[in-house]
T-cell receptor, first 116, second 110 residues
Framework: GAVVSQHPSRVICKSGTSVKIECRSL??????MFWYRQFPKQSLMLMAT?????????EQGVEKDKFLINHASLTLSTLTVTSAHPEDSSFYIC????????????FGPGTRLTVL | KQEVTQIPAALSVPEGENLVLNCSFT??????LQWFRQDPGKGLTSLLL?????REQTSGRLNASLDKSSGRSTLYIAASQPGDSATYLC?????????FGAGTTVTVRA
């Protein structure tokens, strides 16, 4: 149980385009989803927290207009990187937790974004 | 703000040697602590989760201890194998968000 999927697993796009990454909880209802970013040889840094049906809460220094997060259902959250630039190239990981256990997060496999 | 530190940053050992990885955190009021493995270019694989009420957790050759009062956790990997080569990260919840250490990159030499 507690499986989280991400799609796509890898994406390459041109500078200036937008990219959407999906995060799905497959066998539980995820009241909260978290989006992390990991640059090469660095640890994971939290970008934003999204609760189903409400606006995402962004960490300091993360541009909310650039990284659009939607959590419209209890099983799906999306991260859209708008007008992507090479410096947005990174590994994006989502995690999800349920209302029954806020303190345990289940990890998606990650999405590798490369912006040319 | 919770700060998580992992020492050493990198470790290279011959096959068969036991591994000791350290994780320290500044705020001892944690609900749990989790150890992950990450292979190059891949996502995170959860290895062990220790609840705050536990002192250790074991899975096969892995054993993780937790000392909340001193803000430390240690991951022991017995009889290391080349397949154990990876980066190991620890993380603690902080207001439901996870704070990660920078990781220890382990190389096990055959």
């Amino acid at each position: 149980g507690a499986v989280v999927s991400q799609h796509p697993s890898r994406v390459i796009c041109k500078s200036g385009t937008s990219v959407k990454i999906e995060c799905r909880s497959l066998d539980f209802q995820a009241t909260t989803m978290f989006w992390y970013r990991q640059f090469p040889k660095q640890s994971l840094m939290l970008m934003a927290t999204s609760n189903e049906g409400s606006k995402a809460t962004y960490e300091q220094g993360v541009e909310k207009d650039k990284f659009l997060i939607n959590h419209a259902s209890l099983t799906l959250s999306t991260l859209t990187v708008t007008s992507a630039h090479p410096e947005d190239s990174s590994f994006y990981i989502c995690t999800a937790s349920s209302e029954h256990n806020y303190n345990e997060q289940f990890f998606g496999p990650g999405t590798r974004l490369t912006v040319l | 703000k919770q700060e998580v530190t992992q020492i050493p940053a990198a470790l290279s050992v011959p096959e068969g040697e036991n591994l000791v990885l350290n994780c320290s955190f500044t705020d001892s009021a944690i609900y749990n602590l989790q150890w992950f493995r990450q292979d190059p270019g891949k996502g995170l694989t959860s290895l062990l989760l220790i609840q705050s009420s536990q002192r250790e957790q074991t899975s096969g050759r892995l054993n993780a201890s937790l000392d909340k009062s001193s803000g430390r956790s240690t991951l022991y990997i017995a009889a290391s194998q080349p397949g154990d080569s990876a980066t190991y990260l620890c993380a603690v919840p902080n207001d439901y968000k996870l704070s990660f250490g920078a990781g220890t990159t382990v190389t096990v030499r055959a």
